[in-house]
């Protein structure tokens, strides 16, 4: 099909391939990929080989070349030894130095590109294979696809943008693949990965972004913008009100544009009157983080602007789906079809990729192993810009180069640097959520490591319990009591998690405190917070006077078929190693222990060491962390005077062994036995 053909130019993509005719059979490769182009984009694609040989074929050849928008050179010895194709290739550098045209230059057979043209141009693949080469060649093709794709693409939202500005073209420059002199400005490490702000050079609109313009300035109806946390919804909106600019808001009769954060008090109660004062575009930021009786007035509000539809007012809500009062189950259905509704979701990898791409450009930079940047942001935009600025800065690049530079992949350095920055901004606030519910509650541990592998920072508390069952009163206490404890201690807590008790949700915002809680070790923050470890009724902690120990032998005889089977683990301090801290292992096991037998007798009682230090450790862990207490009364005593009257001894306090008969105590403590294991077996 000609180009001539085509009725509407701006919206096309034109692509050609030239390639020299021993090179053809690498062109039958790489043409179901391209084929797949036309497919997804509509994109026209043209090769060399269409032409007709003859006289005419140079300037048939030069005229694809002017009008193609994207051109790809299969680079190989035959191409650059052709008169015709090399004059082609100066044409093509020509219009890409001006802007107006995409190159791909591939490299089909090994070539040395050293004083050519080509020479100062990024070659794909990227890993310096030929196609010609069997190795790995799939994923070299699928390299080249994407690439296309992205390119074409971007190509395609600045058209849509401004489709009818000459600048519109002008302004696109060939992604990181043309010579890097033809760059056409230097920026700032900073301007280009933003770590703060809006993003300006590598900003990546959503899908919806043309639909989001369109209804941010249709009269008459309400606009909600639905989606996980860190996804960009509000950076979205600030950008399409950024390019709509006030005269296009001010030409639809709508004289004011009003940012509200539900994050910011003054503002919170400003919407508490927003009936009153409501005139022209309000937009309402993490709607969710309102008071539930808030949020119900604006649901309320939302529905009478849909059944009045009034010109002078409009009303954008940006927040998190299903959490407070849903905003739009709660609208009858056609109400609903009076008002605009975009759900947003995570960042493609291909939109991802994109970003890298325009940062690319404008650093004049080669990241290296992009599929690991993929990896570790997990669709974060924000996470992206930061994992990339570190990149750069470990590379010593802080500013657009003069010939492109190859970013080595220093990961583990990056991630470090990058930790680095996020301890300063959470630590506190981990720290913080990681304490509630006392030294003995291992519920905030828990759900921080259920947000650490949720990967849209989003916890139900009905699922949890569903999960859990053994933990389901645990966390409903935790949602009810100790997020408000937590809250009282430390307000700034609030800014980084959000919890909603009234519908059982937690919610970490920020995606990078995601990434920051999977690279935590929690298991050194729960020891820096002074949680103790959940007891294991699995592991048995024997407490004794060293007068008993031939009952602590007897015992231990009855319970070693069991725990040889490994029904459980018998602790005593017999085990304490030579030289080892024994307070401290003496202490760990008692936390570690969820069931505790102790061998009562006037001995034990009287004990300086156990009265002072071991008992009341027990007794703490008994009522708080919910270890088991077991007495075993070994010899006459005032059990019923002592502080463990209170649990159920596994004998008769009458009848203790020291006073049964030979054959006696042997079936006492048979029976001794069956109870502990019992007592570890059954849910605690």
């Not at 080669?366 to 993929?374: H, Q, T, W």
């Not at 995601?514 to 917070?529: G, S, T």
């Amino acid at each position: 099909m000609d180009r001539t053909e085509q009725p509407d130019r701006q919206a096309t993509i034109f692509i050609f391939i030239i390639c020299a005719r021993e090179d053809h059979r690498l062109l039958y490769l790489l043409l179901p990929f391209m084929n797949y182009l036309e497919f997804l984009l509509g994109a026209v694609l043209r090769t060399s080989t269409d032409l007709r040989p003859g006289a005419h074929m140079e300037a048939e050849l030069l005229r694809h070349i002017e009008s193609a928008d994207v051109l790809l050179l299969l680079i190989s010895p035959d191409l650059l030894a052709s008169p015709i194709y090399t004059r082609a290739i100066s044409l093509g550098l020509e219009r890409a130095r001006r802007g107006e045209l995409q190159l791909f230059p591939i490299l089909a057979r090994p070539i040395s590109l050293e004083r050519t043209p080509l020479a100062s141009l990024q070659l794909l693949p990227r890993d310096g294979r030929a196609l010609s080469e069997e190795i790995a060649r799939e994923r070299a093709l699928l390299e080249i696809l994407h690439e296309v794709l992205l390119t074409c693409r971007e190509l395609q939202n600045r058209r849509r943008l401004s489709p009818s500005s000459p600048a519109a073209s002008s302004e696109s420059r060939t992604r990181g693949l043309a010579a890097p002199e033809l760059l056409p400005t230097s920026y700032r490490l900073d301007e280009v990965f933003k770590r703060t702000g809006l993003p300006t050079v590598t900003f990546v609109p959503p899908s919806i972004f043309e639909q989001l313009k369109l209804a941010l300035v249709e009269p008459g109806r309400s606009v909600v913008i639905e989606g996980p946390s860190g996804i960009g919804k509000t950076t979205a909106v600030q950008k399409a009100v950024q390019q709509l600019g006030e005269e296009e808001i001010l030409r639809a009769e709508r004289p004011t544009i009003t940012f509200l954060s539900a994050r910011a008090p003054a503002d919170r109660e400003r919407l508490r009157s927003l009936s009153e004062w409501h005139r022209g575009v309000v937009i309402i930021d993490d709607f969710h983080r309102l008071e539930p009786d808030l949020r119900q007035e604006l649901v309320d509000y939302l529905k009478l602007l849909a059944d009045t539809q009034p010109t002078d007012r409009k009303l954008v809500i940006i927040g998190i789906p299903g959490t407070g009062q849903s905003f739009v189950s709660a609208v009858a259905f056609d109400t609903a079809m009076r008002f605009d509704r975009f759900k947003m979701g995570r960042a493609s990898d291909e939109e991802i990729l994109q970003l890298i791409r325009q940062g690319e450009q404008a650093l004049n930079v080669m990241f290296e192993r992009k599929e690991d940047i993929l990896r570790l942001v997990d669709g974060s935009f924000i996470l992206t810009q930061f994992l990339c600025y570190y990149l750069c800065v470990e590379n010593n690049v802080l500013q657009t180069q003069p010939s492109q530079v190859a970013i080595r992949h220093q990961f583990d350095k990056a991630v470090q640097d990058l930790m680095g920055t996020l301890e300063v901004k959470f630590d506190l606030a981990v720290k913080q959520f990681a304490i509630a519910g006392g030294p003995y509650d291992q519920t905030s541990l828990t759900l921080l490591e259920e947000l650490r592998q949720n990967r849209e920072g989003v916890l139900w508390l009905s699922l949890l319990q569903q999960q859990e069952p053994g933990r389901a009163r645990d966390l409903e206490r935790f949602f009810k009591e100790s997020w408000s404890q937590a809250i009282a201690s430390y307000p700034p807590l609030a800014y980084h998690l959000f919890c909603d008790p009234t519908v059982g949700v937690l919610l970490a915002e920020d995606p990078t405190l995601i990434f920051y809680l999977r690279h935590c070790n929690l298991e050194e923050l729960a020891r820096k917070v002074g949680k103790r470890p959940a007891p294991s009724r699995r592991q048995i902690f024997i407490c004794y006077a060293r007068q008993d120990k031939r009952w602590l032998e007897r015992l231990r005889i009855h319970l070693a078929p069991l725990e040889q089977k490994g029904v459980f683990d018998l602790w005593d301090d017999t085990l304490i190693s030579a030289g080892s801290r024994w307070e401290q292992t003496l202490e760990d096991a008692i936390l570690r222990a969820g069931v505790a037998i102790v061998l009562v007798s006037a001995d034990f009682l009287a004990s300086e060491f156990i009265q002072n230090n071991q008992l009341p450790k027990l007794l703490e862990r008994a009522r708080l962390g919910g270890t088991l207490i077991i007495p075993i009364i070994v010899s006459p005593c005032l059990f019923e005077e002592s502080e463990l009257h209170c649990f159920q001894p596994a004998l008769d306090p009458q009848k203790p062994l020291a006073i049964l008969p030979p054959a006696a105590q042997e079936q006492t403590l048979v029976s001794i036995a069956r109870r502990i294991t019992a007592a570890v077996t059954e849910q605690p």
